[in-house]
């Protein structure tokens, strides 16, 4: 049987487009929201649910990373890099010369305007809730409008597509992480990702913290701050080490985090495929 | 002549009050998006600007900080914190029992979901741009309508308050920062904010970098990550820290950062309302 996975919806967004690379077999749920994809898997009507966890250029996605800290029955089991590219499409019988309105999420928009100034300088851009629900409202306008959207949009509406790689920046990417019941066993080339907190008042901490994994020459990938919902200064910390929770070295200063920490939660080790050192 | 303070409008957000509260004197210059009340200042129409930066609950503020990193022009020369209560309020012939619509922020009906659900189970929740917005839609409404604002924003629109203090969870509150063309003089009790990078594949270098801090006895208040926009895995790193950079141990400190760093930014040095050690 298939494997299940939920995603953010509706068809034709980027992160059905991970899901689909991430497993093109896969029988695919989709869902309204980050965190009802997720609940997909824990109600068992998924196996397992992608989500998009940050952006090379906006950075972090919060409902993610707070879905991640306060759920406690998912580990995360995968990670997908996606390169973004949008494109613009219309209605067949469009011409862009024609174009008095462009339909995107306002993330894209913002992605697309040096190209969207340069090419349609006179278009009203209107915010749409998904790049796909965009495809929809331009072709249901009463105007001449154009959509920006995924390659896979495109095919799925039927769009005509008027232009591809349209992003002003060619290093846009997103990093989906595949959430599910269990994690992944070693690989030899993975990456654990865990959250902490400190009880207030704990100067030199994080440092020391973070200084178990420098100690043992475990790579740091990243690290992000979330607020603990007690008040301002109060923060978890969300980080993404090099190797696998089993190794020896990576176990060994787990153990010792859990000793400074007041909350240590390691949300899973999966194979990686993108990797940096900071 | 009164201070002149650029601010995210319209009339009645809690940047708003903020302001209000920073200089009661100020004459306010109402401004459309946050980068817009900082350009306000760059071009002279005002002399300071108030901006979010983070919320207990929701987190950084991203188009601040993406400000505060990209713009060279001003420094950060305050900080506000403004607790967060929200009203629920209606005209002045509504009664509580007849409300079937609800306008507000979405960031506050999620704050006040669990009031909302308890006290208004049957009403429609529907976003506005802003909550100072909401009330305007919820005046103007066919609708039996009410909206959530905060208390000024009722005094202005002379809505009916029907309830106050609503939010679920009482230790709401939002910090704000001032920028200015010049950072603040040295009072004793003060705190600096400050970006950096490395070269990529630096392997270990944030944990050196914070010690630089830490082994200077120099207390961490946070730290963020942003993208740098050149690929995932690649981010700049914001600090806040306790002292002025006029203090000697911090100058000896952020002069070991910089040799670390590929990129250094002191955004400003202003006396802390909030401090926490991390």
Known sequence: MAKRISFLGPSGT?????????DPEASLVSCSTITASAQAVISGDADEAVLPIENSLGGAVAETLDLLIHQGELQIRGEIVLPIHHCIMAKHDTSP???TVVYSHPQSLAQCRAYLAKNYPNARLIASLSNSAAVGEMQSSEETAAAIAGRR???????NVLDLDIEDNPSNATRFVVMAHTDSQPTGTDKTSLCFD????????????????ANRGINLNKIESRPTRMG????????DIDGHRQDAKVADALAALRGLASMLKVLGSYPREVSSSI
Chains 1, 2 share one sequence.
Do not use: H, N, Q, S
């Open 14 to 22: 980027y992160t059905e487009e991970a899901a689909t690379r991430y």
């Open 97 to 99: 010369a024609d174009v």
């Open 153 to 159: 949009a495109a095919e799925l509406y039927k769009a």
């Open 198 to 213: 400190f009880d207030r008042d704990a100067p030199g901490t994080l440092v020391i913290a973070l200084g178990e994994f």
């Open 232 to 239: 301002l200064g109060r923060y978890i910390f969300m980080v």
